[in-house]
């Protein structure tokens, strides 16, 4: 007696890249690399591995730290998405953004000299 083929699915007629999980994979990473790339966080590795002599231990570290802070993100994501609408979590968000942007604005224009004139007193 021959054994029954496995049941098809959506899933598991797709070709791998197209399942959902590893567009999620492939799509954070992509992100995270590029939001990344150039900001504070890689400039500081940077120049710990130059004052250091341990250069595979400050990358362990700041994997570390990495996965620490995408491991809090990632479970108060999940949190907000088991208690929240998305719609709360979305304008949440934007609010945050904007309420960040305008902060950095008005630092920026604060201490900058000249620039308040050109911009205006807040």
């Not at 496995?6 to 939001?35: D, E, I, N, Y």
């Not at 996965?67 to 088991?82: C, N, P, R």
């Amino acid at each position: 007696m021959s054994p029954d083929p496995l049941p098809s699915s959506s899933h598991a007629a797709a070709p791998v890249w197209k399942r959902p999980a590893v567009q999620a994979f492939w799509t954070s990473l992509g992100t995270v690399m590029l939001a990344e790339m150039g900001d504070k966080t890689q400039v500081s590795t940077l120049l710990m591995t130059a004052q250091s002599d341990h250069p595979w231990t400050v990358w362990v570290g700041a994997v570390a730290a990495l996965v620490s802070t995408s491991l809090l993100g990632v479970g108060v994501g999940w949190w907000l998405a088991q208690h929240l609408w998305e719609r709360t979590v979305a304008l949440g968000s934007g609010f945050i953004f904007l309420g960040v942007a305008l902060w950095l604005l008005l630092d920026m224009v604060h201490s900058a000299p000249g620039l308040g004139l050109w911009i205006g007193n807040f």
